[in-house]
């Protein structure tokens, strides 16, 4: 597991700035209701899903969170009033 800093985020100041993490940069940590085989909306959809992860960045864990319409996603996380996305 990796701790990221505001080093590791690309584009700081943009619109959309984003971490490049991997899997093994991720920390499982799924809700109880997740644990027990149930999403969050009943067809998947959604502004602000849950995704069952965390990262560490700056030394705290931050849930991520996704984004989905379509059968796209977008995951990402805030932190000090900033959305930073995750590739």
Request: glycine share 6%; charged share 25%; proline share 2%.
């Amino acid at each position: 597991m990796r701790d990221f800093t505001t080093l590791d985020v690309q584009d700081l100041d943009s619109a959309f700035p984003r971490i490049s993490a991997e899997q093994s940069d991720l920390v499982e940590a799924p809700t109880k209701w997740q644990a027990m085989g149930l999403q969050e909306t009943a067809t998947g959809y959604g502004r602000r899903l849950n995704t069952g992860r965390k990262i560490s960045f700056e030394g705290r864990f931050y849930r991520l969170y996704a984004t989905c319409f379509s059968n796209v996603a977008s995951v990402w996380f805030r932190t000090k009033g900033k959305t930073i996305y995750v590739s």
